[in-house]
Nanobody, 124 residues
Framework: QVQLVESGGGLVQPGGSLRLSCAASGRILSSNTMGWYRQPPGKERELVAVITSGGSTSYADSVKGRFTISRDNAKHTAYLQMNSLKPEDTAVYYC??????????????????WGQGTLVTVSS
């Protein structure tokens, strides 16, 4: 079994910063594209940023220049550095990953592993 565990959410004032972490656990062989999504209150889940195993990144227009996605391939961990936070960034943030893992001597791929989510609240 594989899972993603997010951490780092919390309450922050407008203009502040937070760093989210997403760690994959289990018999992970490799992690391909990893990404962060968010679901604001009463809205649908949306893409925030993604990063390939080679380090190529892509961002939603609403977070460009403020958020930075990075990763540690050896630890199968992704990060989201969020700066200049705005009230409209308030949401539950979810991590997603395309993982290859072993179980019982066999190899498996799950391209849609999701974390449980971490709440980010931006408010004064």
């Amino acid at each position: 079994q594989v899972q993603l565990v997010e951490s780092g959410g919390g309450l922050v004032q407008p203009g502040g910063s937070l760093r989210l972490s997403c760690a994959a656990s289990g018999r992970i062989l490799s992690s391909n594209t990893m990404g962060w999504y968010r679901q604001p209150p009463g809205k649908e889940r949306e893409l925030v940023a993604v990063i390939t195993s080679g380090g190529s990144t892509s961002y939603a227009d609403s977070v460009k220049g403020r958020f930075t996605i990075s990763r540690d391939n050896a630890k199968h961990t992704a990060y989201l550095q969020m700066n200049s936070l705005k009230p409209e960034d308030t949401a539950v943030y979810y991590c997603n990953a395309d993982l290859i893992y072993s179980r019982g001597g066999a190899y498996f791929r799950n391209p849609e592993v999701w974390g449980q989510g971490t709440l980010v609240t931006v408010s004064s």
